[in-house]
Nanobody
Framework: VQLQACGGGLVQAGGSLRLSCAAS????????MGWFRQGPGKEREFVAR????????YYAEFVKGRFTVSRDNAKNTMYLQMNSLKPEDTAVYYC??????????????????WGQGTLVTVSS
C-alpha cells in the first residue's frame, strides 16, 4: 500500500486546513486509517483514527472538538479537517494504515503502512 498525504501549509492561529491521504497499490479489503503528527523535537504522536466503515472515530484529547477525521472508501482517501488551529499544532502530519484490529490503534507500532508526511505550520 502506498499512501500520499497532502494539504499541509502555513496558516495563522485560529485558521483551518484540510489534509488528505490517498491510498493506492495493493489495498487491503478492510483497513483502518489513522493520523499521527511529529512536532519539532518531539516523538510521533497519535492524532485521530477511523475504522473501515467510517462509523467509529477516535481522537487525541488535544484535538477533540477541533479536528474531524473522515474517509471516502470509493476514493480510498482519508481526510483530516483541522479547525481552530493553534501554534502547538505545528508538526509534520502522517497518515497510516493498519489491518490488525486486535490492538488499541493508538501506537505507531500498530500501523504497517505510512505516508511521507505533510507539514502544517501554525503562526501566532
Amino acid at each position: 500500500v502506498q499512501l500520499q498525504a497532502c494539504g499541509g501549509g502555513l496558516v495563522q492561529a485560529g485558521g483551518s486546513l484540510r489534509l488528505s491521504c490517498a491510498a493506492s497499490g495493493r489495498i487491503p479489503r478492510y483497513y483502518e486509517m489513522g493520523w499521527f503528527r511529529q512536532g519539532p523535537g518531539k516523538e510521533r504522536e497519535f492524532v485521530a483514527r477511523i475504522n473501515f466503515s467510517g462509523s467509529s472515530t477516535y481522537y487525541a484529547e488535544f484535538v477533540k472538538g477541533r479536528f474531524t477525521v473522515s474517509r471516502d472508501n470509493a476514493k480510498n482517501t482519508m481526510y483530516l479537517q483541522m479547525n481552530s488551529l493553534k501554534p502547538e499544532d505545528t508538526a509534520v502530519y502522517y497518515c497510516a494504515v493498519r489491518t490488525d484490529y486486535g490492538t488499541s490503534g493508538y501506537s505507531t507500532d500498530e500501523y504497517h503502512y505510512w505516508g511521507q508526511g505533510t507539514l502544517v505550520t501554525v503562526s501566532s
